[in-house]
């Protein structure tokens, strides 16, 4: 069913100019990507090649850069001092955003590079933080910020729906009337979290989400309402918990999870580096984990992380920051190298 268009829905048909009937999609920002040890203009280029690759998708719809400088410049004192996710998640304010993409580009040698590329989202004012990384030669760079887009654009995350009722092992699910789900399908379960403030006035820009598990979608009722199971659950599913599609599968094939390889992946200690403890966040004595959720590849290169519990927006940037950089050794099937997720727990202790 075609939804009317909201007067956001409206904004993105002024600001981009397409010659197709304009419908609905999820409109994102693409700051551009902070040059280290090589050229503006490098950095420039690359950010202007992502967002036309994200617009080719045809799943997103991209704020021109030109409208996002001039709404940003014109806000630019309510940006004075934010730094990482926390500076992210005032842009996506001010530009009418709900998903907001940055990262840098590092010159690593004459031809290689290295490219990180953060998506910071927020949904039902839940925040979720996930960035990918990889090393690349010069002349694959190009190829590289293709296929970033493609997975960008598929894990945007959706929001489906409400837990509305609970009835032993039923689990009724309120969706929006746009989620078209099957029977068979698989959703996560999360839960709104501590607010996340900005350090200046005390505003509250956004929340930290909590991960409570998934379900299986075992029956559908009407256009608006099924009927699910729980498959596995990190704490008791409550009425009110928000239900948001898993699209990781889609973005990343062939990845298993950790228990179904039979040679486990282990962290190669040359390769780690200590996270950075936030000094905002060590005058404000806060410790504690952030658990990430990291994909590892063939070669034992982290290419993929995302924080599925937080601990502090500043720890989170710093933990996914260190854990993109770490290396280890390849996890095993059959004998042959596989890509396999893990879930690795950050520490930050005073």
């Not at 009724?172 to 709104?192: H, P």
């Not at 039979?262 to 000094?279: D, T």
């Not at 004595?285 to 992380?305: H, R």
């Amino acid at each position: 069913m075609k939804k009317s268009l909201t007067l956001k829905g409206m904004l993105i048909c002024l600001l981009l100019s397409f010659n197709a009937e304009c419908t609905e999609l999820p409109m994102i920002a693409v700051l551009d990507l902070k040059p280290e040890k090589t050229s503006v203009s490098k950095a420039i280029t690359l950010s202007r090649h992502l967002r036309e690759e994200l617009g080719k998708t045809g799943k997103v719809v991209v704020l021109k850069r030109e409208e996002m400088g001039k709404i940003l410049t014109e806000q630019k004192d309510q940006l004075k001092g934010c730094i990482e996710e926390e500076c992210a998640i005032k842009v996506g304010k001010l530009l009418n955003v709900e998903d907001v993409i940055a990262g840098s580009i590092l010159k690593v040698s004459s031809e290689k590079y290295v490219l990180y590329i953060k998506l910071l989202s927020v949904k039902d004012e839940m925040v979720f933080n996930r960035a990918l990384r990889a090393e690349v030669n010069k002349d694959e760079l190009t190829n590289r910020i293709q296929d970033y887009a493609d997975i960008l654009s598929k894990i945007i995350i959706v929001s489906t729906g409400k837990i509305a009722k609970i009835d032993k092992d039923d689990i009724y699910i309120k969706l929006n009337s746009e989620v078209n789900l099957a029977t068979g399908m698989i959703l996560r379960t999360v839960r709104q979290g501590e607010p996340i403030k900005d350090r200046g006035n005390g505003e509250i820009l956004g929340y930290k989400k909590e991960e409570i598990g998934m379900v299986e979608i075992k029956e559908i009722v009407e256009d608006t309402l099924a009927i699910a199971k729980k498959i596995f659950r990190c704490k008791k599913i409550q009425l009110g918990d928000i239900i948001i599609l898993p699209k990781l599968t889609r973005a990343f094939k062939d990845v298993y999870e950790f228990l179904k390889v039979e040679i486990k992946p282990k962290l190669l200690m040359e390769y780690y580096v200590e996270p950075e403890y936030p000094e905002f966040a060590k005058k404000a004595e806060i410790e504690g984990q952030v658990i990430l959720k990291c994909l590892i590849d063939t070669t034992g290169q982290v290419i993929f992380v995302e924080v599925i519990k937080s601990l502090h927006s500043l720890c989170d940037g710093a933990a996914i920051k260190a854990m993109s950089q770490w290396r280890y050794s390849p996890a095993k099937l059959d004998g042959d190298p596989v890509k396999v997720w893990v879930v690795q727990p950050v520490r930050f202790k005073l």
